[in-house]
């Protein structure tokens, strides 16, 4: 090589080379050589419950970023914070207006989404994207790829998108949401969406802490009325046919009417409010403003009779039962005792000893004993 200054030119370019051979090689830096009072090397600052409050409720980005971070976290340590930053927090909640949305794969979620998130922006909204990532059931890892599916919304300053593991979660929505959620709502966003992973009837979870439930479809995927359960579409507060544009715009008018026929016959998701189904086109923003119109008619129409609030209730009792469930299957599997009977019982299940409803009441008893002691 021939060395000139700190950089390098490889082997192969010629001596006498010009700007054309672009490759070269710069010397690095040892880190002991790094001085710690050098500007570009800054320690993460620790922060208390009081930082991480007033970062959140002054939507410093970085702050909300970690503040979420901490609550995803499984650490005892981390949870205990995490819930007294939560109550700080909570009067500062539950301003804003959530929605769910899912979708078989390929229906255009995070497109549709990003069109969404523009328009709610120009109107002068603050938009949280929480889109969940399905984890690989064997590495449990998540590419959480979101932010660069929806590049131009990613670039909004109102726009603050968080993708998260699914972890396996039922319905694809991570387990910490709905603190996530709230977190959210504090530091001024007013209009929440949540992407789930698009499982089908799996999606009952996200039903569970929105205000409006919109299950995105497609046209020529097959029969319409397969393409997704019944189940699913009972929980749908507006099934929307997305890419209805080019030569599927028709196949997607005659999907929308073959939507419209079944949901006579399905019992709507929302008391006062008929679901019905609608088309759009995410890639060139037709039938964006015309589907917002509708949610905000959903909002008038549930808050004047009462609907909006009753579920808003009824959503934080199912969440604290899941929370009970939670504790009590982390209580049981963590229990040292437990993990050794375990092994045992399931080897008896395994060599057909006793079945495995006997063994479930077996471990019972053990786990109920060891808590009375």
């Known amino acids: ?23 070269s090689v710069v010397k690095g830096v040892n880190p002991k050589d790094i001085k710690k009072s050098d500007k570009s090397v800054k320690s993460r600052k620790h922060l208390d419950i009081d930082d991480y409050v007033n970062g959140v409720l002054a939507n410093d980005r970085v702050v909300l970023a970690r503040t979420i971070t901490l609550i995803e976290s499984n650490s005892h340590v981390h949870n205990e914070t995490a819930q007294k930053v939560l109550k700080k927090i909570l009067p500062d909640t539950g301003k804003s ?43 449990k890892g998540s590419i959480l790829g979101d932010k660069t599916r929806m590049e131009n919304l990613a670039r909004q300053e109102n726009c603050f998108i968080r993708p998260s593991p699914s972890g396996g979660t039922l319905g694809g929505v991570a387990r910490k949401t709905r603190e996530t959620m709230l977190v959210c709502e504090a530091a001024g966003y007013d209009v929440i969406l949540i992407e789930t992973v698009g499982v089908g009837q799996s999606e009952t979870t996200v039903r569970s802490m929105v205000d409006f439930f919109l299950l995105l479809m497609i046209a ?14 009972e929980l749908a507060d507006a099934l929307l046919i997305n890419k209805a544009d080019g030569d599927n715009k028709q196949k997607a008018l005659l999907a929308k009417t073959d939507f419209s026929m079944a949901l006579h016959y399905i019992q709507h998701a929302t008391r006062g409010w008929k679901t019905e189904a609608y088309i759009c086109s995410a890639l060139n923003g037709e039938g964006i403003k015309e589907i917002w119109n509708e949610i905000m008619k959903f909002r008038d129409i549930t808050k004047e009779n009462g609907v909006f609030y009753e579920r808003r ?21 963590d229990n040292n005792v437990i993990r050794k009977e375990l092994d045992v019982i399931s080897a008896k299940v395994l060599n057909g000893d006793i079945l495995p409803p006997a063994a479930a009441e077996m ?6 004993l060891e808590r009375k002691k």
């Open 363 to 368: 471990l019972l008893e053990v786990y109920k």
């Open 313 to 333: 209730k009824s959503q934080t009792i199912e969440w604290m039962n899941k929370m009970i469930e939670e504790k009590l299957l982390s209580g049981f599997y």
């Open 97 to 139: 207006l959530r929605i769910g949305i899912t979708g078989v794969p390929g229906a255009g979620k995070s497109t549709f989404i990003e069109s969404l998130g523009l328009d709610l922006i120009s109107k002068g909204h603050k938009v949280a994207v929480l889109a969940i990532d399905p984890s690989s059931t064997v590495t």
């Open 220 to 233: 020529g995927a097959g029969d319409e009325l397969q393409g997704i359960k019944k189940g699913v579409i």
């Open 1 to 23: 090589m021939t060395k000139k200054s700190n950089t390098y030119k490889p082997d192969w370019v010629p001596e006498n080379a010009g700007k054309e051979f672009a490759t």
